[in-house]
């Protein structure tokens, strides 16, 4: 069984060599990844979307594949964890549907192109705060900022503890494997109690915001750990992945890449060839059959490698290029299939808006040294920059 390191530093700045090994494998490889351990890899376009969309043979929650509850299933995670992995993204079938329509409406098309002003309005302000005399870190000082604060206000979390949230999950971002899980947990707590704190003040005053909805409209039957489990993974989702986006993007800008009208198809293809979260959470084997010439056993984890396909050559035309024209441009840097991301629209959204309104102001932004190579953050599974510094004026 080869062993791939899917976050070693080489592979996050040119995967090409290591996906096409894999491809040669098969569509499908045994491998073993940090914390997931043993597992299957897709590493075609095909094959990716097929066990995406297949529910019947592939589950989210282990339990319907012959193993344990979700929320038993991580035996090493505290207990104040375990109602957290009971969330939106490892529940199958009607319970996950049913968690899905209670904020699909909040993050559909309509409802984000209505917050374009207010986004706009965000990314002006940390543009002002910017100084144009100084080295800036885009990563923090502007793409991290920026979803943080839309995400928030759509979910009506007060402003003055933002930056506690961000400053308590940002050791969350580290993981490589288990030891490095243990040392996250104080921020697992912290971030889970700071969530549940505020969702207990929201039930006892009137806010504006998706919380405040979930908690007093009678028409929805979240319970309390289904709330908190939603909060979770809309605000650590919300910001820690179109923070990716936006700092890949200006890296490939400032590394010449053009950034032209319609500057939508440019993102697709960032994030096409970023592919700013890699891979899906484990998914588990529901029964015992044969794919793509191998034999999956019941309870098999298999990891859909969105960068494989996106990055298939039968697929995408010179595949390891970023055309920023790129059309057609089918990627599923958004996943596929019943958990697609459901903040795409505004994931796309906010990066359009921080480029646009980014490289209006300092359209001679240059990375400082010049041509530095990429720094990626170490999360496993993530493709972003840790930091990037950049001269906004040269
Ligand atoms: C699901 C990527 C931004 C919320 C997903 C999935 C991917 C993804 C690949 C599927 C994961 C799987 O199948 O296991 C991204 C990328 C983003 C982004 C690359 C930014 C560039 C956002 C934003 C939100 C969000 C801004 C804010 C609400 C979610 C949620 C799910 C999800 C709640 C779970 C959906 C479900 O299980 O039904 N995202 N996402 N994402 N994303 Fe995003």
Same mark, same amino acid.
């Given at each position: 069984m080869a062993q791939y390191k899917l976050n070693d530093p080489d592979f996050l700045r040119d995967p090409t060599s290591v996906l096409a090994q894999m491809r040669e494998e098969g569509p499908l490889v045994r491998t073993k990844l940090?914390?997931?351990?043993?597992?299957?890899?897709? &590493?075609?376009?095909?094959?990716?979307?097929?066990?995406? !969309?297949?529910?019947?043979? *592939?589950?989210?929650?282990?339990? /319907?594949?012959?193993?344990?509850?979700?929320?038993?299933?991580?035996?090493?995670l505290p207990r104040f964890m375990r109602p957290l992995t009971r969330n939106i993204l490892s529940l199958d079938g009607a319970e996950h549907k049913r968690i899905r329509a209670a904020v699909d409406h909040s993050f559909s098309r309509a409802a984000i192109d209505a917050l374009r002003p207010?986004? &706009?309005?965000?990314? $002006? @302000?940390?543009?002002d705060q910017l100084d144009?005399?100084?080295?800036? #870190?885009?990563? @923090? #000082?502007?793409?991290?900022m920026l979803p943080l604060d839309v995400i928030s206000a759509l979910l009506g979390i007060k402003p003055e503890l933002r930056q506690k949230l961000s400053r308590a999950i940002a050791p969350i971002s580290k993981p490589t494997g288990i030891i490095a899980l243990f040392t996250a947990m104080p921020g697992l707590y912290r971030t889970q109690k700071l969530l549940r704190a505020e969702i207990e003040t929201?039930?006892?005053? %009137?806010? /504006?915001?998706?919380?405040?909805?979930?908690?007093?409209?009678?028409?929805? $039957?979240?319970?309390?750990?289904?709330?908190?489990?939603?909060?979770?993974?809309?605000f650590i989702a919300g910001h820690e992945t179109t923070l990716h986006l936006i700092s890949d993007a200006v890296f490939a800008i400032s590394d010449g890449a053009k950034f032209n009208e319609p500057t939508s198809l440019a993102i697709e293809e960032f994030m096409r060839f970023f592919s700013p979260v890699m891979m899906t959470k484990p998914l588990f084997v529901r029964e015992t059959h +044969?794919?793509?010439? @191998?034999?999956?056993?019941?309870? $098999? !984890?298999?990891?859909?490698?969105?960068?494989?396909?996106?990055?298939?050559? $039968?697929? *995408?035309?010179?595949?390891? +290029?970023? %055309?920023?024209?790129?059309?057609? /441009?089918a990627h599923i840097g958004f996943g596929f299939g019943p958990h697609v991301c459901l903040g795409m629209h505004l994931a796309r959204t906010e990066a359009q808006i921080a480029l646009e309104r980014l490289f209006n102001r300092f359209p001679d932004l240059e990375r400082t040294p010049k041509n530095a190579p990429p720094v990626y953050s170490e999360r496993y599974g993530f493709r972003g920059m840790k930091t990037l510094k950049v001269n906004l004026k040269p």
């Open positions: 940090p914390i997931i351990g043993q597992c299957w890899a897709t &590493t075609t376009d095909a094959a990716t979307r097929e066990v995406l !969309k297949d529910e019947a043979l *592939f589950a989210r929650n282990p339990a /319907n594949a012959g193993g344990k509850d979700i929320s038993r299933y991580y035996w090493f207010e986004i &706009t309005q965000v990314a $002006d @302000q940390y543009l144009p005399s100084k080295p800036v #870190d885009i990563t @923090q #000082d502007y793409a991290r929201i039930r006892h005053t %009137q806010r /504006n915001g998706l919380l405040s909805t979930l908690i007093h409209d009678a028409s929805n $039957d979240l319970s309390d750990d289904e709330i908190l489990s939603l909060a979770f993974v809309l +044969e794919r793509f010439g @191998q034999t999956l056993q019941q309870g $098999d !984890k298999v990891i859909a490698q969105l960068i494989g396909a996106n990055h298939d050559p $039968d697929r *995408f035309e010179n595949a390891a +290029e970023i %055309q920023t024209d790129r059309r057609p /441009n």
